[in-house]
């Protein structure tokens, strides 16, 4: 399967933090870090389907990043709506569900620098032919919006293709990604915005029900989310940096996004 991506992301080509590295990394003295993620966005964080344990590429960069600085990480799932705020008020230590990186969000939490960049396509069933861009979706009134409510993909919707208006009824909200996709299936909307993995996903796991169209809406710095103060938030850049720069980052982003699927 070929999934357009760019260069930078593809070489892990990211804007890190870039410590001394001679100096080593900090220690944090085997320290549990509290980590939570909802467990529902194909390829950062997901379900096993044979174990049904958390895997994805946001697991194996925290986790890395834990043991390059001597701690150890507890995973917690709980949903989108309340992530972020369970960060910031300090319940986890760290947050991961593919959360774009915006001045909105910067000012009630902390964020690791970008550890990927992911661009964003529409997603539409497999037979659909009324639309190729966000001009086309956005001059059609009967074209409907899928997006749980609060994510990139929803305000991508509103703000990128639409009038703005956060209450459009063009845009119809879910609990999770999932059932915004199923929707698109059922033809109760028609489109979700989704990353090149995760629509590589749904078109691969049923075969003939979906598309990509399009060319990028637009492209998202995704990074973790930390309360704010942290003292965490220096220990991962640098450990981001050091994971970027020896090649490990590259490596685990090449596999989940293109070697996993296939396997």
Excluded: C, H
Aim: charged fraction near 20%.
């Amino acid at each position: 399967m070929t999934m357009k991506i760019s260069v930078a992301l593809a070489l892990a080509g990211l804007t890190l933090a870039q410590p001394v590295l001679a100096q080593g990394l900090p220690d944090l003295g085997g320290r549990t870090i509290e980590a939570v993620t909802e467990n529902a966005y194909y390829p950062l964080n997901f379900a096993d389907p044979e174990t049904n344990e958390g895997i994805g590429l946001e697991y194996d960069v925290i986790n890395e990043a834990a043991r390059r600085l001597n701690a150890e990480v507890n995973w917690n799932l709980v949903a989108w709506d309340v992530m972020i705020e369970s960060v910031r008020t300090g319940q986890f230590d760290i947050g991961a569900d593919g959360i774009t990186i915006t001045a909105e969000r910067a000012q009630q939490i902390d964020f690791t620098e970008p550890f990927i960049t992911v661009e964003q396509y529409f997603l539409v069933r497999a037979d659909e032919d009324r639309f190729d861009s966000k001009e086309s979706f956005g001059e059609n009134p009967e074209l409907l919006f899928g997006a749980q409510a609060g994510t990139s993909s929803f305000y991508t919707a509103v703000y990128d293709v639409l009038d703005g208006d956060e209450a459009n009824p063009r845009v119809r909200t879910f609990n999770n990604f999932g059932a915004a996709v199923q929707a698109v299936k059922s033809g109760d909307v028609d489109a979700v915005i989704a990353d090149q993995a995760a629509s590589a996903g749904y078109i691969g796991a049923d075969p003939g029900a979906f598309k990509q169209v399009g060319e990028p809406i637009k492209a998202d710095p995704l990074g973790f989310i930390l309360t704010p103060g942290s003292d965490l938030v220096e220990p991962f850049n640098a450990a981001l940096a050091e994971m970027e720069a020896d090649g490990w980052l590259a490596e685990r982003i090449d596999y989940w996004f293109f070697q996993y699927g296939g396997e």
